[in-house]
């Protein structure tokens, strides 16, 4: 079991690793580079993903690719894989000497699905930058229409899988993240029972709590705690426990929602249940799994 001081060492990474990726100092290649070696698999994938972010502001791409390149193809953990192969899209032609590894794992069974995509997906970028260096393909602005470099080419595919020119990709940057956000925080849905919730997700919640018959207390306040976006939840006072839907989970300013608010959980010792948008296709049997972890339901007898 990790020591306290092991787990304030692991959330100062992770807020550093974040950190780094929201600042634009292309200097911090190296200190990346460090934290992608660490034992932690969710460091690793922040600092992944903090160096795709940097590809734009004048890294090193020579030293970020080969930061990236040892957890692309070997890390053991399919995430920090999925997240270093998708940040070394952004470094287009630097990273064609991979293009052989990269193409070796898309096709290897052995690996899981999303890693096998995310490698193919990173060979397509990274081999049409090549081309588009060597003369050999153009490419342009969906915005403007002007012919894009190799690099903005790399960049704009690793962010939107779309092509943008850098003059145009802020703009798309911003319009996408209001829209994202827009939808998800003022979306309003009404369950079956009459609660209105924020998402699809909350409405299944509310929907399988009803079918269990499990009395729920819906929060609809949104909160921002140091910055960041806290997401409504649902209260059940029978169990005292908190069930949250994490709805954006590729969002990074939602990342470090989901830190915050669980750190602020386990400080209060409060009881906390999260659900992904990645468990949708399931989430009513997710939901039951997780709340018979916390709470003996099954003893629940049946009304008289
Ligand atoms: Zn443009």
Known sequence: MKSFMDRQEHQRLVRRAVELGRATDPAAVPELADLLRMPSAEIRRLAASALGKLAAFGADPAAAVSALAAVAL??????????????????????????????????????????RLAAASAARTIREACRIAEGAAVHRCMACGREVAADEYARAQKAFQRTYCDRCFDEVFLKRRNWETNVELNKTIQAA?????????????????????????????????????????????????????????????????????????????????????REKPRLREALREKLARFAKLDDRAPGP
Do not use: C
Request: charged share 30%; aromatic share 12%; no cysteine.
């Open 193 to 277: 029972d009459g609660t209105v919730v924020q998402s699809d997700g909350e409405r299944i919640i509310a929907e399988e709590l009803a079918a269990l018959g499990i009395a729920y207390r819906y929060d609809n306040r949104f909160r921002i705690i140091k910055g960041y976006a806290i997401r409504p939840d649902f209260h059940l006072p029978e169990v005292d426990l908190y069930v949250e839907y994490w709805g954006m989970e590729g969002n990074l300013d939602y990342q470090i929602g989901m830190l915050e608010k669980r750190k602020l959980y386990q400080q209060a010792g409060k009881k906390l249940v999260s659900l992904y948008a």
């Open 74 to 115: 070997r890390d053991p953990h399919p995430q920090a894989r999925q997240y270093a192969l998708k940040a070394l899209k952004a470094y287009g032609g630097a990273a064609e000497g991979l293009l052989h590894d990269l193409d070796d794992l898309a096709a290897n069974p052995d690996v899981l699905d999303y890693v």
